[in-house]
């Protein structure tokens, strides 16, 4: 079983929907949890960063961790053409030097 | 400010060669760390440096092995190159000693071994 579970789609959805992307996780000792997004022939940049459990806003973007569940989220709304990219989520322990990546889920947003 | 720098961004090797790849960080970073990406294992940790030290290392053979000098650049090489070896191969910096996950990428050296 692999330590970071990440449904890999595709998801594809109409412009102005809400998109949810989600994570499920074993090791209980993760406290770091990012969402990357990777567009095609680039390398994955930082979108949205949390430390434990919580929300997290950002423009379009809310990240959700629920630690008791081992699951996290990114939600994006009123979704654009231009946010169609695989989403990686990430997740760091305390010391661990070393940031465990989901598969990541491409997402097409159709005009 | 100049991001991660990976050179070469494209290269073709065959079996049984070794390979080189480098990455400059961005300046005043000084952990480096190393990805594998291929469609079907996604991301995978090869190792990850501070400060010219090795502190974790993922679950590769020992024909992976890398280095980090004292400026903070870093090497990766890959010996005895084998079919399965082709994949995108992306650096990562991180200012601090604390890893927290926050990684600023470089887009990646595509290596294909025929």
């Known amino acids: 079983q692999k330590e970071v579970e990440q449904d890999p789609g595709p998801l594809s959805v109409p412009e102005g929907a809400i998109v949810s992307l989600n994570c499920t996780y074993s090791?209980?000792?993760?406290?770091?949890f990012m969402w990357y997004r990777q567009y095609s022939r680039k390398g994955p940049e930082l979108l949205m960063y949390?430390?434990?459990?919580g929300n997290k806003e950002d423009g379009r973007f809310t990240a959700q961790v629920d630690k008791s569940s081992k699951y996290i989220s990114l939600f994006i709304r009123d979704s654009q053409p231009s946010d169609s990219a695989t989403y990686l989520c990430a997740m760091e322990r305390n010391g661990g030097f070393k940031t465990i990546f989901g598969a990541g889920t491409r997402l097409f947003v159709k005009a | 400010k100049a991001g991660v720098t990976q050179t070469p961004r494209y290269l073709i090797k065959t079996r049984g060669q070794q390979v080189t790849l480098s990455c400059s960080p961005i300046s005043g970073h000084r952990s480096v760390s190393w990805y594998q990406q291929t469609p079907g294992q996604g991301l995978q940790f090869l190792f990850e440096?501070?400060?010219?030290?090795?502190?974790n290392k993922g679950n590769f053979p020992g024909r992976f092995s890398g280095r980090q000098f004292s400026n903070s650049r870093s090497e990766m090489n890959v010996s005895t190159l084998e079919l399965g070896d082709s994949a995108l191969y992306l650096c990562?910096?991180?200012?601090?000693?604390?890893?927290?996950?926050?990684?600023?990428f470089g887009e990646g050296s595509r290596l294909t071994v025929l």
């Open positions: 990562a910096s991180s200012p601090g000693r604390r890893n927290t996950g926050e990684l600023f």
């Open positions: 090791n209980s000792a993760f406290q770091y």
């Open positions: 949390t430390y434990s459990s």
């Open positions: 440096y501070f400060s010219e030290t090795q502190r």
